[in-house]
T-cell receptor, first 111, second 116 residues
Framework: GNSVTQMEGPVTLSEEAFLTINCTYT??????LFWYVQYPGEGLQLLLK?????DKGSNKGFEATYRKETTSFHLEKGSVQVSDSAVYFC??????????FGIGTKLQVIP | SQTIHQWPATLVQPVGSPLSLECTVE??????LYWYRQAAGRGLQLLFY??????ISSEVPQNLSASRPQDRQFILSSKKLLLSDSGFYLC???????????????FGEGSWLTVV
């Protein structure tokens, strides 16, 4: 089956710092890749996605590029804000109607 | 537009008591439905998914069960809760069709279950 690996964190950054959260996956075939964000006390929201190799997903200043050669989908943002503090989940589709999630990376941005 | 609701939002139940979490989706037909559990430090675990009424696939053997009595209703149940059942439960849906084609999974607000 598929698997998704990401650092658990927490990742602590100062406001306006550059963010990278690494995500690698193992999958058969060509999965679609997703980043979800979970703000404190809430459910998960889709942040961005990419459905094929070399696609770049972007939203709210976040970006991630589907790298088939390195099986990666790293999340980046050039300048984080306090309001970006949340848990970020990388995910990969695969198999019959299933999506596999990483363990989630907690991001804390301090003023 | 499509919406998903689950309830109750929080629940405190004694060990050995039954459980029923409900989830409904509006604004779409024939969705794929999912139950996930998020335990502290363990990420998201897929518990059940359903591609149609009465069709339930279980991912993890446990004392939980799921049912889909109507097209847009998904219920998570237990006859006797264990302490280890505590966690954050998320219902989700995706459009009919394979998730591998890029269909997104959309999540409900979540239900906090504490078993005491």
């Amino acid at each position: 089956g598929n698997s998704v690996t990401q650092m658990e964190g927490p990742v602590t950054l100062s406001e306006e710092a550059f963010l990278t959260i690494n995500c690698t996956y193992t999958a058969t075939g060509y999965p679609s890749l997703f980043w979800y964000v979970q703000y404190p006390g809430e459910g998960l929201q889709l942040l961005l996605k990419a459905t094929k190799a070399d696609d770049k997903g972007s939203n709210k200043g976040f970006e991630a590029t589907y790298r088939k050669e390195t099986t990666s989908f790293h999340l980046e943002k050039g300048s984080v804000q306090v309001s970006d503090s949340a848990v970020y989940f990388c995910a990969a589709s695969g198999g019959y109607q299933k999506v596999t999630f990483g363990i989630g990376t907690k991001l804390q941005v301090i003023p | 537009s499509q919406t998903i609701h689950q309830w109750p939002a929080t629940l405190v139940q004694p060990v050995g008591s039954p459980l029923s979490l409900e989830c409904t989706v509006e604004g779409t037909s024939n969705p794929n439905l999912y139950w996930y559990r998020q335990a502290a430090g363990r990420g998201l675990q897929l518990l059940f998914y359903s591609v149609g009424i009465g069709q339930i696939s279980s991912e993890v053997p446990q004392n939980l069960s799921a049912s889909r009595p109507q097209d847009r209703q998904f219920i998570l149940s237990s006859k006797k809760l264990l302490l280890s059942d505590s966690g954050f439960y998320l219902c989700a849906w995706s459009p009919r069709g394979t998730v591998g084609s890029g269909n997104t999974i959309y999540f409900g607000e979540g239900s906090w279950l504490t078993v005491v």
